[in-house]
């Protein structure tokens, strides 16, 4: 299994729009992922993990969700939302 952990900083006074921007995208795409919010530590961060069985389940999810026809306007919107940079990790499952 694989996780994939997304982290970026979002900028101040747009937490609960990002919240909710993730929460549609969720929801029209029907997938889902784990969304949290920092608490201690670096301020201001939201991270979503999602899950895969394996790299090409990973490669195919995210080369579909690019070819989407809403995801150019959700990024514009997330864009306008957080900070650039940010982390995109990979976790393999061991045990």
């Not at 994939?4 to 029209?28: A, F, P, S």
């Not at 939201?46 to 090409?56: L, R």
């Amino acid at each position: 299994m694989i996780v994939n952990r997304y982290k970026v900083t979002v900028k101040q006074g747009h937490m609960q729009e990002v919240v909710e921007l993730v929460k549609e995208m969720r929801k029209q795409g029907g997938y889902d992922c784990r969304l949290y919010q920092s608490h201690l530590g670096t301020r201001d961060q939201i991270a979503c993990e999602f899950e895969f069985e394996d790299y090409a389940a990973y490669d195919k999810f995210w080369t579909e969700w690019y070819a989407l026809p809403d995801t150019p306007a959700f990024l514009e919107k997330w864009n306008d939302m957080t900070r650039a940079g940010g982390t995109n990790e990979l976790w393999w499952l061991i045990e």
